[in-house]
């Protein structure tokens, strides 16, 4: 009897032996970083860098406005599980991502704790506001542009950031995530290249975006926004304002609006009737639509897209 107290006693310690260092190597190599993401486009470059140590789910799909997410039960259960939760940050999810993190009741991915990172770190905002914009006016751009990642130079801060924070939470596989990175540079570096050849001929053209979103991709490759179909961000197109676009686009001799795949293209289609502008709608995110599937897939896709529309415009005035 004595014996099998004893045994019982051995395999008592041995299991909360085992089960205590289980619950200590939650972050271990064979137990993936659990990482939520706010955006399609943070979930891609994460898994790039994080490979077969993190399993990653994203609270956006990247077919709808992440400005305006709404808030569901599911995804506070999605955060409490999770290790590391990444936002975009630069106030992109500024209306709803607090209410996520404190209703997970899961104090490691509070702002300030190793749980969180705001993938914004080191990018040099745009278009930040001369005078303090009021929010109550509709301005959602209220610290700047945050649609920073449609620039491929800022991805590889962003996935230099994610890099730094997963050695962080799991420093056994820390050359592992180096050389991910290496690769998402080089591959950036070769990319790079490709875009700037395709849309080379069209450096310096003037176009109309719908929304303020495309500041850092215009930037990098040579463009220039003459004009938006939002009076402000987050604003609708009221009919005053675009036909102060319309004449825009005529005296510019515009060729090409730039719309996400999630807005109305009532407004887009109106100008370009009115002017032969071309509209061009693309997706803005991992995800918006099928040929977008990861990051290098997004800027393909609206590199190829904008590139046709230039084109189609040249051919249709000869
Ligand atoms: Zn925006």
Known sequence: MQ???????????????????????????????KVLTTTSDLKSITEIIGGDKVTVSSISTGAANIHFVQTKPSYMIKARKADLFIENGLGLEVTWVSLIIEGSRNKKIKPGNNGHLDASK???????PS????RSMGDIHPFGNPHYWLDPLNAKIMAANIAERLTKLSPDEASYFQE?????????YTKMKEWKTKLAPYYGEPIVTYHKSWSYFVKRFG???AAELEPKPGILPSPSHLKEVINIVKANNIKVIL??????DKAAKFIANATGARVVIV?????GTKEAENYFDLIDTIV??????FKSAKEDNR
């Open 223 to 225: 463009f220039r926004v």
């Open 283 to 287: 997706p803005n995110s991992v995800g």
């Open 3 to 33: 014996i099998n107290i004893k045994r019982s006693l051995t395999i008592f310690v041995s299991l909360t032996i085992l089960f205590y260092a289980a619950g200590n190597s939650a972050l271990a190599s064979n137990n993936p970083i």
């Open 122 to 128: 080191g990018i040099t905002p745009l278009d930040i």
């Open 131 to 134: 005078k303090e914009i009021d």
């Open 304 to 309: 190829k897209q904008v590139e046709h529309g």
């Open 180 to 188: 991910n990175l290496t690769r998402f540079n080089t591959k950036i």
């Open 259 to 264: 719309s996400e795949i999630f807005y109305d």
